[in-house]
């Protein structure tokens, strides 16, 4: 790939400034300065320093986000505020795009990469991922609503939903119910809840396959993640 292309797409300006850049011998590949914008260069493998700041090339970003209510998963909208609008320019370069979906009133872990492949992965329904959510509903379920919601309910337009799980948390009312499902439709956890009669007020969603959301994460901020926790998202459930 061209130096001045590479550059250019990691953010260090325009492809005109990297060439000035490159001109004042800001630029080093393998300790010499390199004025050629025609250059080709291995970005994973060359050793190239920008004012003897070491360009460190990755081809995939993966965030995890909690996030906040109000904004909306997408990438771009015309009048609401989106999760990409909470990224510094530093990673809004990599073009990422939330993986799935969250409702504007839900909060909780939200992934962005632009790693199509894992996305598709984590997001199809044959592959099973599980995601996890807390749920606050507005009234205590029935032994009967545990079991319907176990086994799978038929949502309002007919769908049945698959196997899911249901626990309580230690310590807590029995208003909040921790449901794991491996599928992503629409609403999907507000409906479910719906189709046995009761209704969520609150939801977040607290984990993604075998990866949680970090406590350290306020609403609102992210934090991108390390090798292992992308390789475990890579395995799926565990
Ligand atoms: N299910 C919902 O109803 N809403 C979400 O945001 C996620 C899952």
């Given at each position: 790939m061209r130096i001045d292309k590479l550059l250019a797409n990691m953010g260090f300006g325009s492809r005109k400034e990297v060439k000035q850049l490159l001109k004042k011998g800001g630029v080093t590949l393998s300790g010499a300065p390199v004025k050629d914008a025609k250059t080709q260069v291995d970005p994973e493998n060359d050793d190239i320093e920008i004012f003897g700041e070491k360009v460190e090339y990755k081809p995939n970003i993966y965030l995890m986000m909690n996030k906040p209510q109000g904004v909306i998963s997408a990438t771009e909208d015309a009048s609401e505020s989106t999760v990409l609008d909470l990224l510094e320019t530093e990673d809004l370069i990599y073009d990422p795009f939330p993986v799935g979906r969250l409702d504007k009133d839900t909060t909780g872990f939200m992934l962005l990469t632009n790693d199509g492949k894992l996305a598709h992965q984590l997001t199809s329904p044959k592959k099973k991922v599980d995601k996890t959510y807390r749920v606050h509903i507005d009234g205590v379920l029935t032994k009967d609503q545990e079991e319907e919601l176990k086994a799978g309910v038929v949502l309002d337009d007919g769908y049945k939903t698959k196997p899911a799980k249901l626990a309580y948390y230690n310590g807590?009312?029995?208003?909040?119910?921790?449901?794991?499902?491996?599928?992503?439709?629409?609403?999907?956890?507000?409906?479910?809840?719906?189709?046995?009669?009761?209704?969520?007020?609150?939801?977040?969603?607290?984990?993604?396959?075998?990866?949680?959301?970090?406590?350290?994460?306020?609403?609102?901020?992210?934090?991108?993640?390390?090798?292992?926790?992308?390789?475990?998202?890579?395995?799926?459930?565990?």
């Open positions: 807590e009312p029995e208003t909040t119910v921790q449901l794991t499902i491996t599928e992503g439709k629409f609403h999907q956890v507000k409906r479910m809840f719906q189709a046995v009669g009761r209704k969520v007020v609150a939801l977040k969603r607290e984990s993604i396959g075998p990866l949680t959301l970090d406590p350290d994460l306020e609403p609102g901020t992210y934090r991108e993640l390390n090798d292992d926790e992308v390789e475990l998202l890579r395995k799926g459930n565990l």
